[in-house]
């Protein structure tokens, strides 16, 4: 598996240019100024994006807005027409395009003639899927888009325990469509896309990390990775919360209620390196504001750059480097809690 890794590691860094390497600097360090000054600084624009393809999806997960239909924001699918013209201000300085926030990346039809437009821009590029899309057709057309990595979301080897949280999902609709990618990769002789089995550790699964690792090394996963479950209303508990402690971001008080373990410190790479794009052009500030109540500014009227250096978004900052702990959507981050020395 080494020399996959190898290989990804690779198609990241070949598509970097004099540019995006100076971005990166130029972020780095307004962000180390803003956070020892107190006072919010933005040098570069973002090298990292999520792109929404779909607010859609077939399944109920029970800890995703997505799968509860309970999103209060607009839902719809992300036009071609409109990714184009976000991608065409966006790419000079862009390194990393996740086509993913929430939804079923899939069911969107142009999904992907636009990861095709991406890599004609030279932009590394990865998706996260339930995989119950991924017919011998849509397998082939995926290696030739050019989608440098995709993520299958796998929370389970047996039916009975996948389904447990990937409700309405079907274990062998995920294994089949594992199948039909890593052919195609080997029909076509492509090193892409570099594939991820991502297990979401929660109690009903927990039992099973090792048969995981059995399960991706007999089909010729590349990676598997393990992630830790954000539970919404975790102080009292949750049926969810794994009892491996590592496999949990929250920790057991002496009164019997629950707690995130990390600190929250004042302070995260993330307002400075990346943000989201919902289907309709709302910029948010992370993945954590699934339900987009922090919208920074709409590329349906102003320009990227305007939004991204703007009085919104710097506001935003400004209120994040003093009194993190008050922005709701922090309050169940594990990101951010890095000191950058």
């Given at each position: 598996?080494?020399?996959?890794?190898?290989?990804?590691?690779?198609?990241?860094?070949?598509?970097?240019?004099?540019?995006?390497?100076?971005?990166?600097?130029?972020?780095?360090?307004?962000?180390?100024?803003?956070?020892?000054?107190?006072?919010?600084?933005?040098?570069?624009?973002?090298?990292?994006?999520?792109?929404?393809?779909?607010?859609?999806?077939?399944?109920?997960?029970?800890?995703?807005?997505?799968?509860?239909?309970?999103?209060?924001?607009?839902?719809?699918?992300?036009?071609?027409?409109?990714?184009?013209?976000?991608?065409?201000?966006?790419?000079?300085?862009?390194?990393?395009?996740?086509?993913?926030?929430?939804?079923?990346?899939?069911?969107?039809?142009?999904?992907?003639?636009?990861?095709?437009?991406?890599?004609?821009?030279?932009?590394?590029?990865?998706?996260?899927?339930?995989a119950h899309y991924l017919s011998t057709e849509v397998a082939e057309k995926t290696v030739?888009?050019?989608?440098?990595?995709?993520?299958?979301?796998?929370?389970?080897?047996?039916?009975?325990?996948?389904?447990?949280?990937?409700?309405?999902?079907?274990?062998?609709?995920?294994?089949?469509?594992?199948?039909?990618?890593?052919?195609?990769?080997?029909?076509?002789?492509?090193?892409?896309?570099?594939?991820?089995?991502?297990?979401?550790?929660?109690?009903?699964?927990?039992?099973?990390?090792?048969?995981?690792?059995?399960?991706?090394?007999?089909?010729?996963?590349?990676?598997?990775?393990?992630k830790t479950a954000q539970i919404y209303d975790y102080e009292m508990g949750s049926p969810?919360?794994?009892?491996?402690?590592?496999?949990?971001?929250?920790?057991?008080?002496?009164?019997?209620?629950?707690?995130?373990?990390?600190?929250?410190?004042?302070?995260?790479?993330?307002?400075?390196?990346?943000?989201?794009?919902?289907?309709?052009?709302?910029?948010?500030?992370?993945?954590?504001?699934?339900?987009?109540?922090?919208?920074?500014?709409?590329?349906?009227?102003?320009?990227?750059?305007?939004?991204?250096?703007?009085?919104?978004?710097?506001?935003?900052?400004?209120?994040?480097?003093?009194?993190?702990?008050?922005?709701?959507?922090?309050?169940?981050?594990?990101?951010?809690?890095?000191?950058?020395?």
């Amino acid at each position: 598996m080494w020399q996959a890794k190898l290989s990804d590691t690779w198609q990241f860094c070949k598509k970097q240019t004099f540019r995006k390497l100076w971005n990166g600097i130029l972020l780095l360090l307004s962000f180390q100024l803003s956070r020892l000054s107190k006072r919010p600084r933005i040098w570069g624009m973002p090298a990292s994006i999520s792109m929404e393809p779909t607010t859609s999806c077939n399944l109920r997960c029970p800890e995703c807005p997505s799968g509860l239909r309970s999103f209060t924001r607009p839902t719809g699918m992300l036009e071609k027409e409109r990714f184009a013209r976000m991608l065409n201000e966006l790419a000079p300085t862009l390194s990393y395009l996740t086509f993913y926030f929430q939804g079923e990346p899939y069911l969107n039809p142009s999904f992907l003639e636009m990861v095709e437009m991406a890599h004609r821009k030279n932009i590394y590029t990865a998706t996260s899927t339930n995989a119950h899309y991924l017919s011998t057709e849509v397998a082939e057309k995926t290696v030739r888009s050019g989608l440098d990595r995709l993520i299958i979301s796998i929370d389970g080897t047996t039916q009975d325990t996948y389904q447990a949280y990937r409700v309405g999902g079907h274990l062998e609709k995920v294994i089949a469509g594992t199948k039909e990618i890593l052919a195609a990769k080997k029909r076509l002789k492509s090193q892409t896309p570099y594939v991820i089995f991502q297990f979401l550790v929660v109690k009903p699964n927990e039992h099973q990390i090792a048969d995981v690792y059995r399960l991706a090394d007999e089909l010729g996963v590349d990676e598997v990775k393990l992630k830790t479950a954000q539970i919404y209303d975790y102080e009292m508990g949750s049926p969810l919360i794994p009892t491996q402690n590592q496999y949990s971001r929250y920790e057991k008080l002496e009164d019997g209620s629950y707690a995130i373990k990390n600190k929250m410190l004042d302070q995260c790479w993330r307002m400075w390196h990346s943000c989201v794009i919902t289907w309709n052009g709302s910029i948010v500030p992370c993945c954590f504001d699934k339900d987009a109540h922090h919208v920074l500014g709409s590329m349906e009227q102003d320009s990227f750059r305007q939004i991204w250096q703007g009085d919104a978004y710097r506001g935003f900052r400004q209120q994040l480097i003093h009194a993190r702990k008050e922005i709701d959507m922090c309050k169940n981050c594990t990101e951010g809690t890095k000191v950058w020395a």
